[in-house]
C-alpha cells in the first residue's frame, strides 16, 4: 500500500481482557517499529523488527505485552489482561530506504 | 544508549513571529536526528532530517534546522510562524540503522493570533 495502515483505528476493551493490535507496513520495508504514546506524553519505544533478525524487544514493558511478525509483513501487538495504564495510542512504524520512519495513524487504546 | 533532551514542553508565540525549538541529544557515535510534527488528531509527519554533510537543513513548511556537534543540539527553527504550524513537535535520535531510535518528549507549540 501507499502508507503504513494500522487496526483498528479505535479500541475501547474493559481491564483484564486480552488485545491485539495489528500493523501493515509498507510492502518490502523490512524494519518494524512499535511505539506507545500516553496522554502528554512522547513517544516510548516498545519493539522492533528487522528483517529475519530477532526482534528487539527492550522497550516492552511488562510481559503481558507480545509481538509477532509474521512472513516479514504484518505485525501483531498483544496486551494480555490490560490494565487501564496501558490506554494510548500505538504507533506502528516502518523505516524507509532513506533512514527516516514512517508511521502509521495509530490505534487508540481505551481501558475501561 | 542515546537520549533526547526537548526542554520546553510548551511554547506560545504569535503568528508572524519567529519560531526556534530546542532538542539536545546524548549519542555515542554520529547521530541521525530527526524532527517530527504531530498535529492535532493526525499522524507524525517527517519535517527532515541530517544524517551528514551540511549542518543547517530545510524542511517541508517553511522549517530549518542546524546541527551543532559542539552543543549536542538540534534545533528546528522556523522564521514566521503560520496558526497552522500549531501543534507537538518531536526531535528524534537514531544510528545508522535506527534499530534504536528515540524520541524526545515532544514541544507542543500554540499559535497566538
Known amino acids: 500500500g501507499a502508507g503504513v495502515s494500522q487496526s483498528p483505528s479505535n479500541k475501547v476493551t474493559e481491564k483484564g481482557k486480552d488485545v491485539e493490535l495489528r500493523c501493515d507496513p509498507i510492502s518490502g520495508h523490512t524494519a518494524l517499529y512499535w511505539y506507545r504514546q500516553s496522554l502528554g506524553q512522547g513517544l516510548e519505544f516498545l519493539i522492533y523488527f528487522q528483517g529475519n533478525s530477532a526482534p528487539d524487544k527492550s522497550g516492552l514493558p511488562s510481559d503481558r505485552f507480545s509481538a509477532e511478525r509474521t512472513g516479514g509483513s504484518v505485525s501483531t501487538l498483544t496486551i494480555q489482561r490490560t490494565q487501564q495504564e496501558d490506554s494510548a495510542v500505538y504507533l506502528c512504524a516502518s523505516r524507509t530506504i532513506s533512514g527516516s520512519f514512517l508511521f502509521g495513524p495509530g490505534t487508540r487504546l481505551t481501558v475501561l | 544508549a542515546q537520549s533526547v533532551t526537548q526542554p520546553d514542553i510548551h511554547i506560545t508565540v504569535s503568528e508572524g513571529a519567529s519560531l526556534e525549538l530546542r532538542c539536545n541529544y546524548s549519542?555515542?557515535?554520529?547521530?541521525?536526528l530527526f524532527w517530527y510534527v504531530q498535529s492535532p488528531g493526525q499522524g507524525l509527519q517527517l519535517l527532515l532530517k541530517y544524517f551528514s554533510g551540511d549542518t543547517l537543513v530545510q524542511g517541508i513548511k517553511g522549517f530549518e534546522a542546524e546541527f551543532k556537534r559542539s552543543q549536542s543540539s538540534f534545533n528546528l527553527r522556523k522564521p514566521s510562524v503560520h496558526w497552522s504550524d500549531a501543534a507537538e513537535y518531536f526531535c528524534?535520535?537514531?544510528?545508522?540503522?535506527?534499530?534504536?531510535?528515540?524520541f524526545g518528549a515532544g514541544t507542543r507549540l500554540t499559535v497566538k493570533p
Open positions: 549519542y555515542g557515535a554520529t547521530p541521525y
Open positions: 528524534a535520535v537514531g544510528s545508522y540503522n535506527n534499530n534504536d531510535m528515540r
